[in-house]
């Protein structure tokens, strides 16, 4: 029976990524993500329920749209399959209970705010603020206690103090950038996200979080710099690094603290 209800949420998990290839596609266009159906963004030709399976239509149609032969995205399959993975791993570890719900909505958001952000370099408050309220109420819930595997939030005093320390240490950044350069070196939108992340992880995750978003910006963001020609003038979408540090905080964010707050005292 586990391993059905495993099934299951890797199942949900891919449809589910199916819906928020949608939003990522639409958001940045402002259409609406209800109306119309599915349909290729080249031809308009309405998408037959047998090809909107996901991933495996994606194989079966050779990533072709099956109307005008245009290739189709390799985002949407992996959307769908990085969905899909996420909450089976998230399964194993909450089981069938409320914190499963709970987390996948909140990986599912982040999904959608880092290819927001990668696509249009805005982070939608529809998005973030649903989160920080989200984090909260898993905080109130104690879901940290209930789960030890993943890191979460203890208490409600833990999750105000994690979107209070997240928002305010992206605010003095922002203000000791713009003293220094007078110039705005990151937007509101992350201070939010950083204060959704801090609600659902707790205060202890910050410091990870932003050490494994330093360092996944500097791996992807060095050469994206070497290429453009622009040096320090090259807008890098932060609220990517920071949805990688929070997903990879998340499941493994007890061994980093351990790790970050251990090397600190030394």
């Known amino acids: 029976m586990f391993a059905l209800l495993g099934f299951y ?3 949900i998990g891919a449809i589910v990524g199916s819906f928020l290839n949608v939003v990522i596609h639409r958001y940045p266009r402002e259409e609406s993500i209800v109306f119309p159906g599915s349909h290729c963004p080249h031809c308009n030709a309405p998408i037959r329920w047998y090809d ?8 079966i149609l050779r990533g072709r749209c099956r109307g005008c032969g245009e290739g189709i995205a390799w985002r949407y399959p992996l959307v769908e399959l990085a969905n899909a993975l996420f909450y089976l791993a998230t399964f194993l570890y909450t089981g069938p209970t409320v914190a499963f719900f709970v ?3 909140i990986i599912s958001m982040t999904i959608v705010l880092i290819y927001i952000d990668a696509d249009i370099q805005i982070l939608p408050d529809v998005i973030d603020i649903p989160g920080i309220a989200i984090g909260l109420g898993a905080g109130a819930l104690g879901m940290g206690l209930l789960n030890p595997g993943l890191m979460l939030a203890d208490s409600i005093i833990d999750s105000l103090a994690g979107a209070i320390l997240g928002a305010v240490i992206l605010l003095t950044i922002i203000g000791t950038y713009w003293l220094v350069r007078r110039a705005e ?3 509101l939108g ?3 996200m950083l204060a959704m ?4 992880t707790g205060w202890r995750a910050i410091p990870g979080v932003l050490l494994l978003a330093a360092v996944s910006g500097a791996i992807i963001g060095v050469p994206a710099v070497l290429r453009s020609g622009r040096g320090m003038q090259t807008a890098l979408p932060f609220g990517i690094f920071l949805g990688i540090g929070f997903l990879a905080a998340l499941f493994f964010g007890h061994t980093l603290s351990e790790w970050y707050f251990s090397l600190m005292l030394r």
């Open 52 to 59: 909107n399976i996901p991933v495996l239509s994606f194989l």
């Open 185 to 187: 070196g990151m937007g």
């Open 190 to 192: 992350d201070v939010k």
């Open 9 to 11: 949420a890797f199942a």
């Open 103 to 105: 987390v996948a909505a």
């Open 197 to 200: 992340i801090g609600a659902v």
